[in-house]
């Protein structure tokens, strides 16, 4: 978490590349802690499952992503038009722990493919 933190106050890198290095970070780390992330939400069911997008870590990681974008958008690197409230929440998207769970378990791919994918979703302009 410091690193992450230090590369936020990092005045010389753009708003695109700290989230590209956020979303790399983001992967890695469910990567590496995926079976305890999995497991803790086998519980989960119905109305309960849903109030993990509420959970204070998921506001966490939308919000950073929101503020990047919003940087990477004042710095003309992201197109006017662009609903980045929206985009935020889709580019977390593919680190749902259970399609992330079934990606690298059940179809074996290699988490630098995944977050470089994730990467690939950040619409530059």
């Known amino acids: 978490m410091s ?4 590369l936020m106050g990092d005045d010389a890198t753009g708003a695109l590349e700290k989230l590209d290095r956020f979303l790399d ?5 469910t990567d590496r802690n995926l ?16 109030a993990w997008f509420a959970h204070p870590a ?13 940087a990477a958008a004042r710095e003309g690197d992201l197109a006017a038009h662009l609903d ?8 977390l ?19 630098e493919r995944i977050s470089a994918g ?4 950040v619409p530059a302009s």
């Open 84 to 91: 980045l409230e929206y985009l935020a929440v889709a580019l």
């Open 35 to 50: 079976d305890l992330l999995y497991g803790g939400r086998d519980a989960l069911c119905g109305s309960d499952r849903l």
């Open 3 to 6: 690193e992450t933190l230090e």
């Open 25 to 29: 970070r983001l992967a890695r780390f």
């Open 118 to 121: 994730l990467r690939s979703l």
């Open 93 to 111: 998207a593919p680190l749902d722990v259970d399609l992330f769970y079934y990606q690298r378990r059940e179809q074996g791919i290699p988490v």
């Open 58 to 70: 998921q506001d966490w990681q939308r919000w950073t992503v929101l503020g990047l974008l919003r």
